[in-house]
T-cell receptor, first 114, second 114 residues
Framework: EAQVTQNPRYLITVTGKKLTVTCSQNMNHEYMSWYRQDPGLGLRQIYYSMNVEVTDKGDVPEGYKVSRKEKRNFPLILESPSPNQTSLYFC?????????????FGDGTRLSIL | GDSVTQMEGPVTLSEEAFLTINCTYTATGYPSLFWYVQYPGEGLQLLLKATKADDKGSNKGFEATYRKETTSFHLEKGSVQVSDSAVYFCALSDRGTGGFKTIFGAGTRLFVKA
């Protein structure tokens, strides 16, 4: 089954404790992206990757890191999480990074930073 | 910069009522336009898309027409069902500085009563 898989689905942690949210897709997609969803703000893009070893900042990259060493994986890293990063996070992928390409989303990761 | 504005929700309708969710956009280029739907506890799913002016996207009884002159992409359905209860997101995709970016509206929650 074609899918985008995120782990964990839920995480409660404390300020400053490094964490990684994994994202994997099995569709051989070139383009991958991370978003955060906050009430009243919709989805805002954190980082995106056009292909392996090619990443770029989205609209809200501060406090986050990503890497794209393999085509299928695109982990999101919070080196020193803070409470303002409490949010619902989505990973997405598309066949390529073109304007006509719809994105396929994972089921989300709810992070709570205390 | 590019932006998407959706009507605020929640929208509450009775089953078989007519649905309109307004969406307008601003863009520096010539974007593609999308509607995504999010059911509780899930990621976003593509509902429909349109890639050029006057295109009509349609799926599952939902329709939206790309209106360049009014920069709008309103979502309509002639007769809603309880199962249509979800959050609906309007989005545009256009070329950014480093690649293609997708900008989402804030989302509109729809409740359909039996």
């Amino acid at each position: 089954e074609a899918q985008v898989t995120q782990n964990p689905r839920y995480l409660i942690t404390v300020t400053g404790k490094k964490l990684t949210v994994t994202c994997s897709q099995n569709m051989n997609h070139e383009y991958m992206s991370w978003y955060r969803q906050d009430p009243g703000l919709g989805l805002r893009q954190i980082y995106y990757s056009m292909n392996v070893e090619v990443t770029d900042k989205g609209d809200v990259p501060e406090g986050y890191k990503v890497s794209r060493k393999e085509k299928r994986n695109f982990p999101l890293i919070l080196e020193s999480p803070s409470p303002n990063q409490t949010s619902l996070y989505f990973c997405a992928s598309s066949l390529e990074g073109g304007r006509n390409q719809p994105q396929h989303f994972g089921d989300g990761t709810r992070l709570s930073i205390l | 910069g590019d932006s998407v504005t959706q009507m605020e929700g929640p929208v509450t309708l009775s089953e078989e009522a007519f649905l309109t969710i307004n969406c307008t956009y601003t863009a520096t280029g010539y974007p593609s336009l999308f509607w995504y739907v999010q059911y509780p506890g899930e990621g976003l799913q593509l509902l429909l898309k349109a890639t050029k002016a006057d295109d009509k996207g349609s799926n599952k009884g939902f329709e939206a027409t790309y209106r360049k002159e009014t920069t709008s992409f309103h979502l309509e359905k002639g007769s809603v069902q309880v199962s249509d209860s979800a959050v609906y997101f309007c989005a545009l995709s256009d070329r950014g500085t480093g690649g293609f970016k997708t900008i989402f509206g804030a989302g509109t929650r729809l409740f359909v009563k039996a």
